[in-house]
């Protein structure tokens, strides 16, 4: 007697692969920053769903940060999410909220994360923080000892990150202090906030790369930081 296997719709066989989207909205980025996240956030989520290969196995994650941090998308299926619409926020760059967040969001789904694929963790960023270094660089600490977002028990590297600075106005040396493994890390400037948009876009590429355990290649539009 043949045994029969009913997935119920919108299942997936492939392992899960969590991404998280770290977006600045501090008053800087309004209104062309904003603009351009919301376009490009929009459009990469379309891109996905386009694809076979990342629709129902890319599980998405949006925080948003200024004086403080919200997630408005929590560990959701490409294919069965809507676009956000982010709004600007009335404050300054305050990246220790952002990371803050970025760990609570971990920690709450730390089931998901530990049953899927290596993570996606993406910053997009006009401009240097605004809260001490301090404060900022003790949650990193934190974010580049966790066993799923920074470092293995084994010592490598956990998860893969795509750090983006828009303008020249950023300290590249910000950047750079986000990089936790030279194979899994990419630090690229944008030229602005006008092309944020076609950042996000061209990151399809680069999901599909690390949900294939391939290497990144270089973002289309961007100047890789060393």
Not at 34 to 61: H, M, P
Request: glycine share 8%; net charge negative; hydrophobic share 40%.
């Amino acid at each position: 007697m043949a045994l029969t296997i009913e997935i119920a719709p919108g299942a997936t066989s492939r392992k899960p692969m969590p991404v998280v989207l770290l977006v600045d909205v501090s008053t800087s980025m309004e209104p062309v920053g904003i603009a351009q996240a919301n376009q490009g956030i929009r459009d990469y989520i379309e891109e996905l769903q386009r694809s076979e290969d990342t629709c129902d196995s890319v599980f998405l994650s949006v925080i948003t940060f200024s004086d403080t941090a919200q997630t408005i998308i929590e560990h959701e299926s490409v294919g069965l999410v809507s676009p956000p619409l982010i709004k600007a926020g009335a404050g300054r760059t305050n990246l220790d909220k952002g990371l803050e967040e970025v760990l609570a969001l971990v920690k709450r789904k730390d089931l998901q994360f530990k049953g899927g694929k290596e993570p996606l963790f993406v910053l997009i960023t006009d401009g240097n923080p605004n809260c001490a270094e301090s404060a900022w660089k003790a949650q990193l600490a934190i974010m580049n000892q966790h066993p799923l977002i920074g470092k293995r028990p084994s010592g490598r590297a956990a998860g893969y990150r795509v750090i983006a600075g828009a303008g020249d106005d950023i300290n590249e040396s910000i950047l750079t202090d986000f990089r936790h493994d030279d194979e899994k890390s990419q630090i690229v400037k944008l030229k602005d906030q006008t092309t944020i948009s076609s950042f996000l876009k061209n990151l399809k590429t680069l999901t599909i790369e690390v949900s294939e355990s391939r290497p990144m290649s270089h973002v289309i539009g961007t100047t890789l930081i060393n």
